[in-house]
């Protein structure tokens, strides 16, 4: 595919200025809480912002970190800091001061781009990194006379397809985030595979995410994608909650829904879920965690609309096993996307028969760089044109891929490997059941056992031990005996990351 991305390519470029070359100018880019707003709107923003960050000093190549609610300015800031040259850092704009600090001296970005209410936390962490240029603030009258009186044409930086455009974060569980160092030719790469090709998204489609822009997974789904096709991209501020959902979907009507399997299990359980109307809805794609199979069926008997799981990786930059309309199991990740090459191996990187467990290895051509500043971790998983990836899988007769886990939550007990995801996806099957995760806790011999972390629907304090010892007798009924859970504990609400997953490394330490 990279033959086919010319030498120098922009992602700004590819996904907005060849829209109004088109003619495309006058469609409906962007519904956001301001209103709406044309590809030649959404063009000229940019080319302002691009003014204001060559103004401040920012050069190709150096970092422009993003902590912005989506809207219209989270929009022109992406596409201006890639028409100047430099890489995206897009981040929660709610980040404590301490990750604030994290990300300043990592990424070495020499301008932000933030919300006023975040304005002083963002000066006060950067006052001590000499590489932060300026800290400028949406609203505030400075930005805005800079914005109304720079120019509204702007010449893109001639950046090479090789450049890096995004600067991504792994999501991992321990540790700080990994920056993942992605170039133009991978987003154009996945777009053309993925979302033209397998999803097929088209200059009518509508577009509504779950996650914000500054995940990946929205990224794409909710930006680039549409971007690539002409399409129109809803977008809202504030906290998605369903009901905030459930009003989006019935004021735009939108046909593509961005969704994880968290707010899938919120949108299945709400009480007015059955008066819902998602018959707009051609396709709604599930990334980020795994989604069960019962949780599918609940979706597909309440909603009736086609729910794609799928996995990607920041290191391989978005889906590259996916469902589709056409070639759907459910409880799967799909099928390989055409375009990208998937195996599963053992420890020594060779191919595993189908129906075994092993690692995920993919080769294509969105492979990122390499991690900024871990050279070591850069070569374990970086094998020439392969990306080896730590999450396991194993891949039925037919070809689809089932998720396992991470290698680092695979279970080995009593000898005999264990899939938290098989365990979970039994115990998701009791009706009071909300979420749950399996994870390994060493017993008093330090022999690890499986225990079963649970967020229930309803369910009193004084009823918690009732229930753990139903889910207990539920996973002994279904599965092999050393599978059960040897505890079950009821919380009142899961850990999470900081890109949202439910934290496996904080529950291992419960």
């Known amino acids: 595919m990279t033959e086919n991305i010319p030498k120098h390519a922009n992602l700004a470029e590819y996904c907005l200025d060849e829209r109004v070359r088109e003619g495309r100018g006058e469609r409906r880019a962007l519904i956001t809480d301001e209103g709406a707003f044309t590809y ?12 204001v960050l ?6 190709p190549e150096q970092r422009v970190l993003i902590a912005l609610n989506d ?3 989270w929009v022109a800031a992406f596409f201006g800091t890639l028409k100047v040259g430099g890489a995206v850092v897009m981040v929660n704009p709610g980040l404590r001061k301490d990750e604030i600090e994290y990300f300043l001296e990592y990424t070495r970005a020499k301008v932000v781009v933030t919300e006023a209410e975040s304005a002083a936390l963002f000066r006060e962490a950067g006052a001590s990194v000499s590489t932060l240029r300026e800290v400028l603030v949406r609203g505030e009258r400075g930005l805005q006379a800079r914005l109304e009186t720079a120019s509204g044409a702007f010449s893109n930086f001639p950046t090479h397809r090789d450049d890096a455009a995004i600067w991504l974060f792994s999501g991992g569980t321990t540790g700080r985030p990994k920056g993942v160092i992605q170039t133009h030719a991978s987003f154009v790469n996945t777009t053309e595979l993925y979302a033209k090709g397998a999803l097929g998204y088209r200059g009518n489609d509508i577009t509504l995410s779950v996650p914000k822009l500054y995940f990946g997974y929205a990224t794409g789904s909710n930006l680039i994608f549409p971007f690539s096709v002409g399409a129109t991209s809803v977008l809202f501020s504030s906290k998605c909650t369903p009901d905030a959902l459930f ?3 019935a004021r735009h009507r939108p046909t593509i829904l961005i969704n994880v399997p968290t707010m899938v299990h919120q949108m299945t359980s709400h009480q007015e879920a059955p008066k819902q109307d998602l018959s707009c809805l051609r396709a709604v794609t599930s990334a980020g965690e795994a989604l069960s199979e019962e949780l599918y069926r609940r979706w597909q008997g309440l909603f009736g609309v086609p729910l794609l799981d799928g996995l990607g990786t920041a290191e391989m930059w978005h889906i590259f096993l996916t469902n589709t309309v056409t070639h759907t199991r459910p409880g799967s990740l799909g099928l390989a996307v055409p375009g990208f090459d998937v195996r599963v191996c053992d420890d020594d990187g060779r191919e595993l028969p189908r129906g075994e467990t092993g690692f995920l290895w993919v080769r294509g051509d969105s492979r ?5 500043h871990e050279m070591d971790k850069t070569r374990q998983v970086f094998r020439g044109e392969w990306y080896a990836s730590r999450d396991m899988v194993r891949q039925d007769e037919d070809g689809y891929f089932h998720y396992c886990g991470r290698d680092d939550d695979m279970l080995k007990v009593g000898g005999r490997w264990l899939a938290p995801a098989e365990v979970e996806n039994c115990l998701h099957e009791h009706s009071n059941v909300a979420e749950v995760a399996v994870v390994g806790v060493p017993d008093a011999q330090g022999l ?14 004084e009823n918690r031990a009732s229930l753990a010892e139903d889910l207990r007798a539920l996973a002994l009924e279904r ?8 505890q079950v504990v009821i919380l009142d609400s899961m850990p999470r990351t900081h890109l949202g997953k439910i934290d496996r490394g904080r529950l291992r330490k419960m």
Do not use: M, T
């Open 479 to 486: 599965l092999e005996p050393f599978k059960a859970p040897r």
């Open 448 to 461: 690890v056992k499986p225990w079963a972390y649970v967020v229930a629907r309803s369910c009193a304090p």
């Open 368 to 372: 990122a760089i390499a991690y900024w």
């Open 40 to 51: 030649a709107d959404v063009q000229r923003r940019a080319n302002r912002f691009a003014h």
């Open 71 to 73: 809207g219209l300015d």
């Open 247 to 249: 009003g989006q979907i």
């Open 54 to 59: 060559r103004g401040c000093g920012v050069e």
